[in-house]
C-alpha cells in the first residue's frame, strides 16, 4: 500500500528517512503583511504569527529567530518556524513528528502538548515541554532547528510550563510552575547530558496574587537574574509579571510596576489576554513575544490564541514592554534588514512528494489512510471507522483558520456506496463541537449535506441537496461573526448549504459546555473522510485545497461583559 511522507522537505542533506512513513522538513509560512517594510518607519500588523499559535517561546542564534508554540492533542507536535527580521516567519516544520516522540493516543481534546520552550547552547537547541495528561515533562534536542530531533528526555510529572536557563558558569536551570492555580515557579538544577534532575525542587516565587502563576522564562542579564511568569489564567485577566535578584534561587523582588503587560483594564481593546511571554535580545535591543486573542461579537474568540510580538525598553533596571502603552494593531518592526520569506500559493495542488508543514492531524495518524501517490496530483483519503465524534484520530488533514475573512475550498472526487460514508470539509474546534459539508448518501442518492456538532449533539435539521456525478468543489466563505457553506458541480454554479456562527466553535463556547475542560485551541479547517463505524468501501480524492486569507486589515469587535474565566 502506498505511503505519505507528511511534509515536504527544505534541507534533504539534513533530513533522513523514519523508519516509519513520516517524512518531515519545511516550507513558507507567512505571517501577517508589512507596511512599509523597507522604510525607517516600517510598521508590521499584531499579531505577527496568526491564529492558533499559542505560548510563543523564541531564541536567537546569530542573525536567526526561532519561535515554537503549544500543539495539544494535533500531530505532529511543537511547530517551529524562522526568522531573520522578528517580522517575518517560515515554518520549518515541526519538532515532535514521530510516535515515539509524542503518543497522543486516545488524548483528550485540548490534553497533549503544553508550552514549550525553546533555547539554543553551544551548538544545540532544546525544546522542553510537557505532555500534559501523558508522560509529563520532557526535552528533545537537535543541532538543527529544522530537525531531525532526539527521542525524549523524560524528567518529572511535577508540574507545568517548563524552562531551562543555561548560566554561563555551566549549570542548567530547570524552572516549570508547580502547584496549579495557585502554585508558584519551582526550580531544580538539570544535567542535560544525563537527563539527572540535582537536589529538591525549590520555591523560586508565587507571583503577585494572580491565579495560575505559570509560564516562568529565567534570564541573567547585566548580572541580574530576572524571573518573568504568567498570572490570571490565559484568558481576559492575563497578564505578564517580573521579578528579580542576583541569585537565580532568590530571593525574587517584585517590579513594583508589576504587570508589565495585560489588557485586563482595556475591555474595549480588540485584543485581549496578552500573556505567556519570551525576552529575546536582538541588534535592535530587547524584544517579547507574548500570546493574546481577538475576541468577535463580544467575548467569543475563535481563531484561538496567537503570537504576538513587542518592543522591551529598560528603565532602573526593569522592562518595559511596548513603552508601557496597550499593544496597538500596527507596531514599529525592529531595525533588522527585512526578510520577507517566498509567498505561499494559496491553492495546494498536491503535486509534491509530500504536504506543507502547515496540515496537521487529529492524534497520531493511521499512515496507511492517506497517500500521495496513489493517485498522483492527488491527497487520497481513506475513511477509516473513527468519526469525528471519536476520542481517536479519524482521516483528517487540516490547517489553521489564520484569517477573520477568508475562503477555504477544496476540489473532492468521492462515490460514496452506503448511507454511513462519507468526506468533506470540516471546520474543528474539538471532537465535540464541528461543522462540516459532508458528501455521502441521502435517501439512496449522492448528496452534499450541511451538519453541526455541538456540544456533542447533531443540531437538526442536516440540510441535504442532492448532487450530479462528478467532481464537487465544496467551499467555505468565514467573515468575524459567521461561515456559509456552499457545493459546486461541474458546471460550476455555487449552491448554498446554509451558515453557522463563529461563536459557537468559541474557546468561550466550547469552555462552558457541561462536563468540558478550558478549551485551548482555535478553529482547525480540513478535509476528512469517515465511514462512521466501519470502513469506507470506497476513498475519497482530493484535487486540491485553497486557503484565500482576506484579513487587509485586522478587525475586531469590542468585548462586552465576561463570560469565561477559566485557565
Not at 505560548?55 to 526568522?83: A, K, M, Q, T, W
Not at 462536563?515 to 469517515?530: E, L, N, P, Q, R
Request: proline share 7%; glycine share 10%; aromatic share 12%.
Amino acid at each position: 500500500m502506498a505511503t505519505l511522507p507528511i511534509f515536504r522537505r527544505m534541507m534533504p542533506q539534513r533530513l533522513l528517512a523514519l523508519a516509519v512513513v513520516i517524512k518531515f522538513g519545511a516550507t513558507a509560512f507567512m505571517a501577517h503583511a508589512v507596511e512599509s517594510v523597507n522604510s525607517a518607519s516600517a510598521m508590521f500588523n499584531e499579531p505577527v504569527i496568526p491564529g492558533f499559535h499559542a505560548d510563543p517561546s523564541i531564541c536567537r542564534v546569530g542573525d536567526d529567530f526561532y519561535l515554537v508554540n503549544s500543539s495539544f492533542e494535533y500531530f505532529p507536535g511543537v511547530p517551529i518556524f524562522h526568522s531573520r527580521d522578528l517580522v517575518h516567519w517560515q515554518q520549518l516544520g515541526h519538532v515532535l513528528t514521530r510516535k515515539s516522540q509524542l503518543n497522543l493516543d486516545h488524548m483528550r481534546a485540548s490534553g497533549g502538548i503544553f508550552a514549550p520552550t525553546l533555547r539554543y547552547h553551544d551548538g544545540t537547541f532544546y525544546m522542553i515541554t510537557t505532555l500534559v495528561w501523558g508522560g509529563g515533562n520532557f526535552y528533545v534536542t537537535s543541532t538543527n532547528a529544522a530537525g531531525p530531533w532526539s527521542d525524549p528526555v523524560w524528567l518529572d510529572k511535577d508540574g507545568i510550563d517548563p524552562s531551562l536557563f543555561f548560566d554561563d558558569n555551566g549549570k542548567v536551570y530547570y524552572t516549570r510552575q508547580v502547584g496549579g492555580e495557585h502554585g508558584f515557579s519551582g526550580q531544580q538544577l538539570l544535567n542535560v547530558q544525563t537527563g539527572k534532575l540535582e537536589g529538591d525542587i525549590k520555591e523560586l516565587w508565587r507571583g503577585t496574587g494572580g491565579r495560575w502563576p505559570e509560564g516562568p522564562h529565567l534570564y541573567k542579564i547585566n548580572g541580574k537574574y530576572y524571573l518573568m511568569i504568567s498570572e490570571g489564567g490565559t484568558s481576559y485577566d492575563h497578564s505578564l509579571t517580573v521579578a528579580r535578584s542576583d541569585s537565580p534561587w532568590g530571593p525574587f523582588e517584585p517590579d513594583p510596576k508589576n504587570p508589565i503587560l495585560t489588557h485586563r483594564h482595556l475591555p474595549e481593546n480588540p485584543f485581549q489576554a496578552m500573556g505567556h511571554g519570551d525576552l529575546v535580545e536582538t541588534p535592535d535591543g530587547w524584544w517579547v513575544a507574548f500570546l493574546g486573542f481577538r475576541p468577535q461579537g463580544g467575548q467569543f474568540h475563535h481563531l484561538g490564541r496567537e503570537t504576538f510580538l513587542a518592543p522591551v525598553t529598560w528603565e532602573n533596571g526593569w522592562p518595559v514592554i511596548n513603552d508601557g502603552k496597550p499593544i496597538a494593531a500596527t507596531v514599529k518592526a525592529p531595525k533588522l534588514p527585512p526578510h520577507p520569506w517566498p509567498d505561499e500559493p494559496a491553492r495546494d495542488e498536491f503535486e509534491a512528494a509530500s504536504l506543507r508543514p502547515c496540515w496537521t492531524f487529529i492524534r497520531n495518524p493511521e499512515m496507511q489512510n492517506y497517500s500521495l501517490t496513489e493517485r498522483p496530483g492527488w491527497l487520497r483519503l481513506k475513511g477509516s471507522a473513527v468519526s469525528l465524534n471519536d476520542v481517536a484520530s479519524p482521516t483528517f488533514v487540516g490547517r489553521c483558520q489564520t484569517d477573520f475573512n477568508s475562503r477555504m475550498a477544496a476540489k473532492i472526487s468521492f462515490e460514496p456506496q452506503q448511507t454511513n460514508e462519507e468526506a468533506g470539509l470540516v471546520l474543528r474546534g474539538n471532537d465535540r463541537n464541528h461543522v462540516e459539508i459532508v458528501v455521502t448518501r441521502h435517501d439512496g442518492k449522492r448528496s452534499v449535506g450541511l451538519r453541526k456538532v455541538l456540544d456533542g449533539q447533531v443540531v437538526e435539521p442536516v440540510i441535504y441537496q442532492e448532487v450530479p456525478a462528478g467532481g464537487l468543489v465544496l467551499s467555505i466563505q468565514a467573515a468575524p461573526l459567521s461561515y456559509e457553506f456552499f457545493w459546486a458541480g461541474t458546471d460550476g454554479l455555487k449552491h448554498r448549504l446554509g451558515s453557522a456562527r463563529t461563536r459557537d466553535l468559541s474557546t468561550e463556547t466550547l469552555t462552558a459546555q457541561k462536563g468540558a475542560a478550558f478549551d485551548f485551541t482555535g478553529v482547525i479547517v480540513g478535509m476528512f473522510a469517515s465511514g462512521n463505524g466501519q470502513a469506507n468501501t470506497t476513498p475519497a480524492d482530493f484535487d486540491w485545497f485553497e486557503y484565500d486569507g482576506q484579513d487587509t486589515v485586522q478587525s475586531a469587535s469590542t468585548p462586552s461583559a465576561p463570560d469565561v474565566r477559566e485557565r
